[in-house]
């Protein structure tokens, strides 16, 4: 056998050492080549490979050729495909929607096409995050993503302005899938490996649910029972074209696809997906079972497929016979294409009273009967919605009886579970989105948890242990706001206790820094929050619910109510710098509270609607921490961004908020989303080395110290291990001044802070302009690149016009301008990384391109907007994995030293807080208005302006527009507001000069 070694995916998509391979074969002379080999599941026995042809993937493009099809000329599924749309699909690129959606749609249609982080799986979560942050044209779903985000209306909502959703890979609810056509229109496609998506039409929005197929693709559904067809597929004259599944297959003239549909009641060329033949062959084989007198498969458009029978004697159901009927469901299970697809817990009886329906011959009449149980199917699912797991001993006073039940629910549905440790991924196991719906539902009802846990926990959690320790904490909150327990059964009252009080006290425990969280310098991070208060409610209302809400907080974090000291010099392994978390213990944490100040500057500063109409200026006044004016309170926090970064602040304040909800009366507000390990800064270095990136220094490239805040050890600058280093593809790392001093010192002349807005009309312009730019080379930059190319260009232009006009400074060719932009890598760290880490995992993507053309009046925004696409594009796991070691192996911090530091220079780093997600930050509607969101968030940039060049992109404003803050000098000023292309965009709204 040969086995291939697959290299790694960024090597793969390097694109600078690869080759050139012309493709200069004609269409009919590779229409029998394979374009690629997919497989059957395997489940009925030795997987078979399926050679996809060039012939079958060009059946893709010919759907363009076809002619309006059907009833009222429906128009070809691909009618509304344009040119230049986003598509984004949730299937993996191993299934053939995914390579349909991914490869072929985005190359034949020419598409634009969004991939989800590496190691993240598609989940309602990242939907949501997908649709704030990329302008997603096409969405392409598995069915149950469908279904989930039909009962998301909170992310439906976000999805509305895109153009479509196709569905395919299996049945959608009705139901489910039925709410989310109300808001944007559900695609409903059908299609097989063999023969890809054939003769697919666009019925009336109406009538979403149903199929309907052109003429050419040869399809005939031969009626089998009343109201019960079998889909099947016959060769015509169009086949080459239109009828893929003939390039697959070139010796057969007729395929039975074994798909049984029914028949839309007056629109006769509509058609429902039924179930398949295969549930017949099914049913036929449990009928074998001398007890049964017939049974049918139900549960179409359900998560889980339902087994109804009919025994020979009604009251014969001893726990001998169920289990013996059991043990012949589990051979048919075997037999069937889909594994596993009947469960115990989904097989239900007939009563005594609604015998089958039967003809004449004795045959089941399978319409009629499932008829005739329509109401007892749905209360059937209804009850395993709501009952599943009320009988399941569900012990929860220990971490180690949780896991034992988690993993023997989870092993209902996914055996190979019980051998498997806490630690092991399970999906990579085969758990699928029916056995995640199964286990939510017995944990639901088991534990009383109920909507408290979702499936969103175990995808966001997907080992045993995780989420385990997810069911522990949400439990604790459900207990403690309750005076009885979540299970009324015997269980280790003081064992409980004493494990909590065990965790509580690790989680005070104090803990040293890792080499990530060095990459920020120990400073403060002070953020603004802007709220409008309700009419009639105190201002001491707002107060004592803030205060206490905080305090809450720090039950939960306990880490947050820390301090950032200085490490012993006695500890093992100290270094000059090192920093520590000290946290109050147990029984000092009361110490620790009661930390906001009150202030009421009503008199002093203009109403929160004044504020509002000036546009919330940065320079308005100074804050200190819970500001009141008349109708709104300004919340000031300042956080350590050593310890944290952006996202890790984002995860502060959304606790905070959810904590005041909660205090508000609001009992579904218990942090469930927050995971218990969010705090270990540990967990970094544990998952570098347990998934194995550690590796020798010299096999690093050494352009990745480009994307790090510090300068190589001495040793190494002068020769040493980047000599040595492996020659790399990385671009060297710019050289500007090394700055030795921390804190730098504060300049004499100062920056003042400016505020511009570009409206959502400008935004578009400006979007507009730069897609149409030639430069782009085809290629769309996203708005952030567009933003920040646009931002960072008008900024040194500025510089520069100061420089040569009125300093009269020259400057040489190879003199360049130095873009920092703070990149988050927790998309390339690891998917074991809880998604709620709060520690720093920031590197510097780096950009530089000479002064001169940065600022000529021939270098577009387009250009360098797609200069900062490719710099992103160098990020990558193992250039991250790199970045860790590197840092781990400083022998000290005080060569910490970034471009933008100091003014008299033409560098500058821009924070990019366009997508920061202010709307997940909602502190209620008790004492707020707008729900508790904040109305804007600004950073404290002031606090910078005498030591450092920084540019802020402020969040994404609810109108669409863009706020741009920087600090200038006042001649600077003067040379940006003069600049036309910068004011051919944006405004200026407040300075402070």
Known sequence: M?????????????????????????????????????????????????????????????????????????????????????????????????????????????????????GVLPNINLVDALAVSTRIDIWSMVPSLVDELGETPAVLSKLKSSKFICASGGPVSPVSAGKVNEVIRVLNLTGTTEGLFMGNLIPPREDWFWFCFHPYSGFEFKQVE?????????????????????????????????????????????????GRSDDLVTEAFITTHPAIKGCLVFGTGKPQAGLLIELKDPLQKTDELLDSIWETVQQANSMSRHKNQLLRDFVAFATPDKPFCRTDKGTVKRSATLKLYADYIERFYRSRNDDLGGTFDFDMSSAHSIEDNVRKILAASLPDVQEDSADTDLFALGLDSL?????????????????????????????????????????????????????????????????????QHKARQSFSLNAFDYVNPNHGMGLVLYFPIRDGVSYEQVFANLQAGLNRTFDLIPALSGKMTDCSEQGIGYTKGDLCVTIPPLAKADSARNRLVYKDLSAVLPSFDDLRKGGFAPSAFSDTLANFVSGGCILAVDLNHCCLDGLGAMVALKAWAENC?????????????????????????????????ARPLHEIDP???????????????????????????????????????????????????????????????????VIADPATNGITPSISDIVQAFFWRAAIKARYRVATEI??????????????????????????????????????????????????AETSIAKVALLLRQSAARITPSLVHDAFTLLQSLPGHRRFSTANMGLEHMHAMISNMLLFPTSEIGFGDAFFANGGVPETMRPQLERGNGRFRFLAVFPLRKDGGVELVLGTHREELEMLVTDEEFTRYARMVDTCC
């Open 226 to 274: 009343p109201d019960t067809y079998e889909h099947w597929v016959h060769r015509n004259e169009h086949w080459p074209l239109f009828q893929g599944i003939f390039h697959t297959f070139p010796e057969k003239q007729s395929i039975n696809f074994k798909d049984l549909y029914v028949r839309h009641p007056t629109k006769p060329n509509l058609w429902a997906f039924k």
């Open 435 to 503: 056995g995640v719906f199964a286990a939510i539902k017995t944990i639901r009802a088991a534990t009383g948890l109920g909507d408290q846990i979702g499936p969103r926990h175990i995808y966001a959690n997907p080992t045993i242990a995780r989420l385990s320790a997810i069911i522990a904490l949400l439990a604790a909150a459900a207990e403690s706001a309750s005076d009885t327990t979540l299970c009324e059964r015997p269980v280790d009252y003081v064992g409980a206790q004493i494990a909590r009080m065990i965790a």
């Open 807 to 856: 300093r009269k400074q020259k400057f040489s060719p190879d003199a360049v301008s130095i873009l920092e932009l703070p990149t988050d890598t927790r998309p390339h760290f690891s998917s074991r990384l809880p998604p709620t880490y709060m520690g720093s995992m920031l590197i510097l993507n780096r950009t530089s391109m000479p002064i001169e053309t940065l600022c000529s």
């Open 2 to 118: 040969n086995v291939l070694q697959l290299p790694q995916l960024d090597e793969l998509l390097d694109a600078v050492s690869t080759d050139p391979f012309p493709y200069t074969k004609k269409f009919d002379e590779a229409i029998n080549d394979p374009f690629c080999f997919l497989h059957t599941s395997g489940t009925t026995g030795v997987p078979k490979p399926i050679p996809w042809s060039h012939g079958l993937i060009g059946t893709m493009d010919a759907v363009r050729l076809l002619p309006p099809g059907g009833d009222g000329d429906l128009p070809p599924w691909t009618t509304d495909w344009k040119t230049g749309d986003t598509i984004y699909s949730s299937f993996p690129m191993s299934h053939g929607a995914g390579i349909i959606m991914n490869i072929l749609m985005p190359a034949l249609f020419n598409l634009h096409c969004v991939f989800g982080p590496a």
């Open 703 to 769: 352009g990745t110290w480009g994307f790090l805040p510090f300068f190589p050890p001495e040793d190494e600058e002068t020769n040493p291990r980047c000599e040595k280093a492996t020659e790399g593809s990385l671009p060297a790392r710019p050289i500007f001044p090394l700055h030795p001093v921390w804190p730098l010192p504060r300049a004499e002349r100062c920056l003042k802070t400016t505020m511009f807005l570009v409206t959502p009309e400008k935004l578009e312009l400006l979007q507009q302009d």
């Open 661 to 693: 909800r909660y205090l508000q009366g609001d009992q579904s507000a218990t942090c469930g989303w927050y995971d218990p390990e969010s705090f270990n800064h540990s967990l970094p270095e544990i998952l570098h080395r347990q998934e194995g990136w």
